[in-house]
């Protein structure tokens, strides 16, 4: 499969996602709910890794890459912190659109820290991701 694939794939799950989490948080703490959907991914993760993995092939990786490894879980860790007590607070319909703000703000990212080309379809996307996430959040009162 292709790059393409596995993201239209991810986007899937992450809408699936979505909805099961607000039901999950109606009676709960939502850093618990958190908690508790962490785990499970990482019990899924680690027996995927395992699995896919060819026999004693599993062996840690430097330091830089575990530092940014780490780091890039701690950023995960309080972004579902953050999108669990959205969730809990607001609608599915509203909060997720918002979320994937997140895809403006990894173009812009890439663009200062990796030092990736931005182009004029990556300004007229990432406007019109914005554009669509303010209609769909924003409620007439």
Known sequence: MTWFTWALLSALFAGITAVLAKVGVEHVNSSLAT????TVVL???WAIA???APAG?????GG???????LSGAAT????????RALQLGEVSRVAPVDKLSV?????????????????Q???????IVAGSLVLAWRAT
Not at 35 to 38: D, S
């Open 35 to 38: 908690a508790i959907r962490t």
């Open 43 to 45: 019990f899924i993760t």
């Open 50 to 52: 395992f699995a896919a």
């Open 57 to 61: 092939a599993i062996t840690l990786p």
């Open 64 to 70: 830089r890459t575990l530092l940014f490894l780490a």
């Open 77 to 84: 860790g309080l972004s579902w912190l953050c999108y669990f």
């Open 104 to 120: 403006v703000f990894a173009i812009l990212l890439a663009g200062i820290f990796l030092r990736e080309r931005l182009t004029w």
């Open 122 to 128: 990556h300004a007229l996307g990432g406007s019109l």
